[in-house]
Structure formats: C-alpha cells, structure tokens
T-cell receptor, first 116, second 112 residues
C-alpha cells in the first residue's frame, strides 16, 4: 500500500524558533497533500490543502504566515511553524492523495511538536 | 459547521461485548470513513462507505450509512482489549478537493 512518512517524529524547541516538518510520499506521487493539527484529547482539524507547484489553501482561522506550507515536488510537502510558541504544541499529521480520482488519502504517522 | 458529531464521546465495555459508535453530520457527502487512533499514534483507516451504499462489513466491523438522516454507525462485534482506542468518522466531499472533515471522536475502552 501507499506509504507516507513524516520527519521528525517528534521535536522539542524553544519559544520563538521555527520548526520544519517534512511529509513524504514514499512509493507514489502525491498531487495533493493535507496538513492536520490535533490537540490532546481532540479531533484532527484540517489546516491546509497543498497542491504540487501551487500555493496552499488554508482553512479559516489558520494563519498562513505562521504555518508556511511548501509542496515543491510530487513527493514532498513541508510545514514550517514560524516563531513557535507553547500554544503551537500539538500533533501534526499529513496525508497525501495520489490523484487517481479515488480521493483516497494516505496518512503519515504524525509529528509531535513541543514548544518550551 | 461541516464537522461530524460523534456519540458517545466515551464508551467503556467488557471484552466480548459489542461497541456501537454513531456519527451525524449536516452536509452532503461523497463518502464517510472511519479511522482508529491509538493514544499518541497515527491514524489507521478502517472502512470507507460511499454515499450510495447502506452497509459495509470488514471482519468484526460493520458500518451503516443513512444519508436521509445524515448519520452513520460503526459496530465492533466481540470486542477485544486491543480495540481500545479513539475512533473517528471523517466526511469526504469531492468538490472541496477531497479533504476530510473529522468528527470529534469516540474514546473506546475495552476492559479485559
């Protein structure tokens, strides 16, 4: 089956620093990738949808200048949390769609971000 | 809100019992999916039911979909301690880029 990886699996950083999270489709080309955020004991909330080679579409309430998304290739999307603060501590999960019309999404294992 | 609403929020049962979780929604959908998530881990895709389907089975899982009532249910039969996890329904709407909108989840605890 289609595999999506995320790196790193966890990261701890100081307040004010920027953190980059990578999402890779390992055995397929992902025309569309999605980024979700999940706070403890809560559901997944979609942050943005990114299509290769174009700007990401952010959900209402998500700051595009704070959460920078780059989908430069068909196998890699990155999420950069700029000037991270403790309230950005969360579980970030990406998913990818292979664009074959089924709209099936394959999920990465998630990245746990802790901002001190 | 397009988000699915799940009930119960938490469910505690004994091993061997059946567990039923419900998901209701307000918008038209193309399909509805169920996922499992163990604490602090990634998502596991369980089952997808299309809007023109009414029932689907996969092993000990049975999913129903009633588009007239905009509701779905997930039944886990003969539950096991290993079924302890959070379960989420997710709505998929193709004309919104295929994004998934997740319900709030049901936390299932199966006691041995």
């Amino acid at each position: 089956g289609a595999v999506v990886s995320q790196h790193p699996s966890w990261v701890i950083c100081k307040s004010g620093t920027s953190v980059k999270i990578e999402c890779r489709s390992l055995d397929f080309q992902a025309t569309t990738m999605f980024w979700y955020r999940q706070f403890p004991k809560q559901s997944l909330m979609l942050m943005a949808t990114s299509n290769e080679g174009s700007k990401a579409t952010y959900e209402q309430g998500v700051e595009k200048d704070k959460f920078l998304i780059n989908h430069a290739s068909l196998t890699l999307s990155t999420l950069t949390v700029t000037s991270a603060h403790p309230e950005d501590s969360s579980f970030y999960i990406c998913s990818a769609n292979d664009g074959f019309g089924t709209y099936e999404q394959f999920f990465g294992p998630g990245t746990r971000l802790t901002v001190l | 809100s397009q988000q699915g609403e799940e009930d119960p929020q938490a469910l505690s049962i004994q091993e061997g019992e059946n567990a039923t979780m419900n998901c209701s929604y307000k918008t038209s959908i193309n399909n509805l999916q169920w996922y499992r998530q163990n604490s602090g881990r990634g998502l596991v895709h369980l089952i997808l039911i299309r809007s023109n389907e009414r029932e689907k089975h996969s092993g000990r899982l049975r999913v129903t979909l009633d588009t007239s009532k905009k509701s779905s249910s997930l039944l886990i039969t003969a539950s096991r301690a290993a079924d302890t996890a959070s379960y989420f329904c997710a709505l998929q709407i193709y004309n919104q880029g295929g994004k998934l909108i997740f319900g709030q989840g049901t936390e299932l605890s199966v006691k041995p």
